[in-house]
């Protein structure tokens, strides 16, 4: 296999800029890829297309030209939850596993818009863990140090990023599926609106909770995949549409944030379980907001945080039994041992006690919607620290909902979130920080996101790239292009 | 007692008129009600305020100008439960009740404006029923013939209405309650936007989807009330602002029909339970607003009738039981056999049937929401049939349901509707019209309510008092200021 290829940077304009110049071609490349995906040893993949099956695509894609299509020959990952018909879908239960006859509604969409998936993703069996080791294909290694948990649980999409095996990938997030194992791996993880994509041909977790969500290197690559992606869908009754003031139109790369409001919970109501390499990294990510004009507005977290346990004690897990009810009934050992027990115990859950789980989330949530009036986002850790694969193991529960602490109440509370790379802690891991804020402040929300990017201006994924090389390149092209036109009119 | 007091129009206008005139004295004038209503023999109050209450609001009312009260002097009933302070809230129960220490936030709300309520209201135990019957009160009279149910569960309230007690009342609605007994008494019944009215203060029937809701002789005195009684409330944690475009300022008492788009149900799709003379009346109904111009559109009515049927057949049930867990579970029996029956039945429901049916009700929301987006409004008969109390007591759920056919998806569907006089029977009792629309629709469908008052110019109530007079009296003294403005000017 080339190297050099193995290592090209996978930014979406980046690749398609080397298309066009002939630097690359597109075949050799996606096969070379693919071979790379084959070879993977981080239990990244529970399956791959065969190298026919990548032939079949890349037909389609001759009769198309690049300037057609904004994903054209974009190679691209799907998390094994997520149908595409090409390959079965597992949600990582080989039991469980069936052949879609159709992709899913956003994986449709991808491959119109000349995006490629080279495979599905290992994920925590039934997207249920925060960790990324609840898989019978193996613990997904994290992109930093393979002692460590990827986090989860759209663990292998976000280590295909952030190993440069994809340029984007989709995982789903409940609870934060979509935003730990992104901080975990110094990549970015959006978690748009609920809705904005839609769920069809994706096996459900909590059905009114779940998002499918995209992996990148960067916000200007999500916001052009959330663009493609999201698009009103009929057949998903959660499914909804657009705001305009929130279209791809209103991402802005140069957005200032001199007088951002932005929200940051009380010094006592942050937890860093200990690490205070991870505590320190936050703090610095604050005073670089505020050197950047962002006016820090420290908020009362704890409706956020009641929010986040009615999640896990309450009777939304009974969502996940309903998902997978009659396979679930049939034989539960056919599911890992925690997954049975989390499944299993949302039986104990009546009607009545979910009519007033549901009171006191809608509680919760005016309290939480007063909060956010006030900002224009609020600032949290993604994560609070990262566990060796050997410390979850050894207590797969609790070290499970740490994780989660930040996280947990996003979906629950109808708001949009985006995880961003904040540096490398002290032990080489990758730190992350989120910004959230209400439903369809998604490019309000990455706009942010854009700026923070320069700010830290720090390598991408687990690779030697950097956002501000690619910008240059870019930037380059895009004059040369100029003076293309300049000499041709 | 005067019995021309007793017969006075008790239009909100006409009264406030009467007491700028002189015409009436509004101590005189509130005393004489309070007496009709403590001499009413049709199980219309649980309880009224004594002499010496009354007295002490006139006295709080003594300091106040007629020009700064919208509702000055304006007598009023709430269902027995709104919290009023001045007496206990039952909700048909003795057993249950209690001595409020404040009144609710909405009967507050009318009172600041100038409201006087006489008293609490009837109701069917625990506002669960549409009939009328169900309460250790007795079965409210129907204000057209005693042998005919009320309709429920709002029943003391809306025959105060009908029969001239009050100039208006408060009922609530989850199913129909605030709606079918309006029907079956020639009133105006408004069951607007969740959340516009405050249920702080109100005991819960099923908390996700109870609202408050008015009865009024004519739309202008609902548009007016709502105005009044709608505020934001952070204490309710449904509380919604209301819209800009849903404003009291947007009621068009001169809205035109011309053009107006309104649904009509397939004609297999209805059912008037064998009841021709309600056919024929809804037939007429239809052709009426042909006539003023309304295009009738037909639709599929079925994916509302499917989302009614989750109501009673699904897990909001379980809504009931948690509004008084602690008091049912300590004795079933205190509450009426039929209300144990439908209340004890909520502990079968599980967290898993409550999701599934959640996800079933949003699918159906999507059908039932592309229905109406290609329309103004839907015209449905508010209830297909009137029942005699006799028949109610013989099959209490079948016909109580048979009731709720064209209300039961309302609430469930986030639906704002306005229920409507539409004539009188060959039995001789009323029969009614219902227009609904999305949640903001309020003021359109009142405008839409204010031109179907125009034309079917109807007596009002069991009354012999018709809108067109007094219109006419209150043009005539509109006209009498204007000269005074033009000669002062």
């Given at each position: ?256 944030l001199?007088?951002l409001?932005v929200?940051l ?19 610095s990510s604050v005073e670089r907001l505020k050197a950047a004009g962002a006016e820090i ?82 600032l ?42 904040a ?10 920080i989120?910004l ?12 942010v996101?854009?700026q923070w990017?320069?700010i ?34």
């Amino acid at each position: 296999m080339d190297k050099s290829m193995q290592q090209q940077n996978m930014n979406i304009e980046e690749l398609k800029a080397a298309y066009r110049s002939g630097e690359l071609d597109v075949n050799t490349f996606l096969k070379t890829k693919l071979a790379q995906a084959k070879s993977d040893t981080s239990n990244v993949w529970i399956s791959t297309i065969s190298e026919q099956q990548l032939e079949q695509m890349l037909t389609l894609l001759e009769s198309k030209s690049i300037d057609e299509l904004p994903l054209y020959g974009v190679p691209f990952a799907a998390k094994d939850n997520i149908d595409f018909a090409m390959l079965p879908t597992t949600a990582g239960c080989e039991a469980y596993s069936f052949q879609p006859t159709e992709s899913s509604s956003v994986v449709k969409l991808l491959i119109e818009a000349g995006a490629i998936p080279l495979g599905k993703t290992n994920l925590d069996q039934f997207a249920t863990g925060l960790v990324g080791v609840r898989s019978p294909w193996g613990a997904v290694n994290n992109s930093f140090d393979p002692e460590y948990v990827s986090g989860g649980s759209s663990s292998g999409s976000a280590v295909a990023v952030a190993t440069g095996q994809v340029s984007f990938s989709l995982g789903t997030d409940t609870a934060g599926s979509g935003r730990v194992p992104a901080a975990l791996n110094n990549i970015v993880g959006m978690k748009a609106t609920k809705g904005l994509i839609s769920c069809t041909g994706v096996v459900p977790a909590c059905k009114s909770l779940d998002c499918v969500t995209i992996f990148a290197n960067s916000t200007s690559e999500v916001n052009l995949v959330l663009d493609i992606a999201a698009e009103l869908d009929t057949d998903d009754c959660y499914s909804r549409d657009n705001l305009q003031t929130n279209s791809a139109a209103h991402y802005d790369v140069n957005k200032t944030l001199a007088g951002l409001k932005v929200g940051l919970p009380e010094a006592s109501q942050l937890s860093f379980f200990g690490d205070h390499g991870a505590q320190a990294l936050f703090e610095s990510s604050v005073e670089r907001l505020k050197a950047a004009g962002a006016e820090i507005i420290t908020i009362n977290f704890q409706p956020f945080l009641d929010a986040a346990k009615l999640l896990y004690e309450g009777p939304w897990v009974a969502e996940r039994y309903a998902a997978i009810e009659a396979f679930f009934k049939a034989d539960p050992t056919q599911c890992l041992p925690v997954i049975q027990t989390i499944v299993g115990g949302a039986t104990t859950h009546s009607a009545v006690d979910t009519f007033i789980a549901m009171y006191r989330l809608q509680a919760f949530k005016v309290q939480c919607d007063a909060i956010l009036a006030e900002l224009d986002c609020v600032l949290t850790p993604t994560a609070g620290t990262a566990y060796r694969i050997k410390d979850v193991e050894a207590d797969p529960i609790q070290l499970n909902s740490n994780l989660g602490y930040y996280t947990n109440f996003m979906n629950l509370l109808d708001y949009a979130a985006v995880a961003l790379p904040a540096g490398l802690l002290p032990s080489g891991l990758p730190f992350g920080i989120t910004l959230f804020g209400p439903a369809f402040s998604d490019r309000m929300l990455l706009s942010v996101g854009a700026q923070w990017q320069k700010i830290i201006d720090f390598t991408l994924g687990a690779t030697e790239h950097k956002l501000s090389d690619i910008e240059l390149s870019l930037s380059s092209e895009a004059k040369a292009g100029q003076v293309d036109i300049a000499v041709c009119g």
